[in-house]
């Protein structure tokens, strides 16, 4: 069971932006700079993946009743 390097890295993203997301927290609700630029770097490939995965019918879309 081999992962994809897509899935690899999806997973890494996620994985640091739940790091910074602590960070934060533990610096009083406060990003450095830095941690803001990369938290807001992380969001935009996180943001295009989710729109890949949508484009590409990988989220499952619930019908209404």
């Not at 890494?12 to 739940?18: C, G, N």
């Not at 927290?25 to 969001?43: G, I, N, S, V």
């Not at 890949?52 to 009743?65: F, P, R």
Request: overall charge positive; glycine content about 0%; charged content about 30%.
């Amino acid at each position: 069971n081999t992962l994809t390097p897509t899935l690899i890295t999806e997973m890494t993203v996620l994985q640091e932006m739940k790091e910074l997301k602590e960070t934060f927290k533990r610096q009083h609700f406060m990003f450095t700079p830095e941690q803001k630029q990369r938290y807001e770097a992380l969001l935009l490939i996180r943001r295009a993946r989710v729109k890949e995965m949508y484009e590409n019918d990988l989220v499952y879309k619930s019908t209404a009743k």
